[in-house]
């Protein structure tokens, strides 16, 4: 394989652009050693090395700060080519004087976001895979997402073991093709051998698809739905549960039309939260209409729905307005209410105006979803795109075993050919050009 040549070299402020202690410049390409010699005034730098400097602009001479520089010699960097590291003082003046230093010297410009994740890839310093977790680790905002994005990485090397063993199964058939005619092998021998070949790739594989959903909702949000009448606290409950006020609480009915939505970290875990216009079948005005069924669209789909009242005695009146198994039903105002709270079918007795209740609400939401999607191990697959190439490839491999092919030893093996090429595709290995950007688009600037 060959290996791609940048010619352009890419800087970029690595880390945000604020007033802060330290700010990292990084730039990678054939330029850089330039760099250091004409900011730095470091001639043929060692690799891993770590300089400290006054900083100079190459066209004025003036010191800009002092800093440290580091030198990574290519292919031994991130992305594979020669890499220079810039750590300076994090004033906005000092980023903007070192930006205009680095911008004027020749052949160097600004990279593009995800440039240079871009460069690992193309210099295999990084599959799409490890790309994907790369950019997960870097959006994590809650600690499931952090472990899934770390484990989220190994998924490239799984995929790896799965085409070597569906290789080894093609292998196989190749065999036969090529001499069945001489030996008289019969077909179902060859497909007893490709089975029990691949017979612990195909649990895997289902064992992995399992976990998707799980892993999808890692990234993206658990939803939890706060549902339920006009006036029943609703509001107060999303305000209280966020900690903050992304609603409007207003003691008059039928104020929120629209979804309010919120994501907020539960006991490590990701949450949308989504605060639903009250759910009336009374109305006819349109835009409440539309939030009814935007609500109960959000409701029915939701990983949790929070259904809250605010008298007993509409439990019956309220269940069976949103269909979805996994409703939390939740009674408020009991400050208001003497007595007889806990009653069958009531989960939760709470009141947001005293806070009685809400920590056992809390954690009750987040039990309810850690035993239903976050049992022992992070999932291994987080992405649609994933999911896709990695089904694509079980049906493909299924295809390939069915009873009534095995006859067909080239069909057979196109089958099993075409599930290589989509486990190939998860790890970039196959693949176009635009797909990349997409993926690589998605980086923030310096990375
Ligand atoms: P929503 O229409 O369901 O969103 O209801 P709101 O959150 O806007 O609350 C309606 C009214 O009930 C407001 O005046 C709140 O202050 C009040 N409220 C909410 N929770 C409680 C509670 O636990 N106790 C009492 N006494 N009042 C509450
Ligand atoms: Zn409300």
Request: with cysteine.
């Amino acid at each position: 394989t060959i290996q791609r040549r940048f010619r352009s070299t890419i800087f970029a402020l690595s880390t945000a652009y604020v007033k802060s202690a330290v700010a990292v410049f990084r730039v990678s390409g054939p330029e850089a050693a330039r760099v250091m010699s004409l900011i730095g005034n470091i001639e043929s730098p060692e690799h891993r090395r770590a300089y400290v400097r006054r900083l100079r602009h190459p066209v004025t001479s003036k010191i800009i700060d002092s800093g440290v520089m580091l030198w990574f010699k290519g292919p031994s960097s991130f992305t594979g080519e020669d890499v220079c590291e810039l750590q300076c003082h994090g004033s906005i003046a000092v980023i903007k004087t070192l930006s205009s230093a680095l911008a004027s010297i020749d052949g160097l410009r600004m990279a593009e976001p995800g440039e240079f994740a871009k460069r690992a890839f193309h210099n295999r310093k990084l599959d799409l895979s490890d790309a994907e977790s790369l950019a997960d680790l870097i959006d994590a905002e809650t600690e499931s997402q952090l472990d899934q994005a770390i484990r989220g990485s190994q998924l490239s090397g799984v995929c790896n073991q799965w085409m070597s063993q569906i290789k080894e199964a093609m292998a196989n058939f190749e065999a036969y093709i090529d001499f069945s005619e001489d030996q008289d092998i019969p077909a179902e021998e060859v497909v007893k051998n490709v089975r029990s070949t691949l017979r612990n790739t195909l649990l895997e594989i289902r064992l992995a698809l399992q976990s998707a959903p799980r892993g999808h909702a890692i990234r993206t949000g658990f939803r939890v739905a706060i549902t339920g009448r006009p006036n029943v606290g609703k509001s107060t409950l999303m305000n209280i549960l966020s900690q903050q006020e992304t609603s409007i609480v207003s003691p008059s009915a039928g104020t929120t039309r629209d979804l309010v939505k919120t994501t907020l970290d539960l006991g490590g875990l990701p949450i949308v939260l989504c605060d639903t216009a009250g759910i009336r079948s009374d109305t006819d005005d349109a835009v409440e209409l539309e939030g009814i069924t935007r609500a109960k669209d959000f409701a029915e789909n939701a990983h949790i729905n929070v259904s809250v009242i605010d008298d007993p005695a509409s439990l019956a009146r309220d269940r069976g307005e949103v269909a979805n198994e996994d409703t939390i039903v939740v009674l408020n105002k009991i400050d208001l209410l003497r007595g007889c709270t806990r009653q069958p079918g009531i989960d939760y007795a709470v009141s947001c105006a005293t806070g009685a209740g809400i920590a056992e609400l809390t954690d009750g939401i987040i039990s309810r979803l850690r035993s239903k999607y976050a049992p022992d191990a992070p999932p291994l697959i987080v992405r649609e795109r994933q999911q896709e190439l990695i089904q694509s490839a079980l049906e493909n491999i299924e295809m390939c075993l069915a009873d009534e092919l095995c006859a067909d030893a080239v069909i057979s093996a196109e089958f099993l050919r075409r599930a290589a090429m989509d486990l190939g595709r998860i790890t970039g290995r196959v693949e176009t050009e635009d797909i990349l950007d997409i993926i690589f688009s998605r980086f923030c600037i310096g990375k």
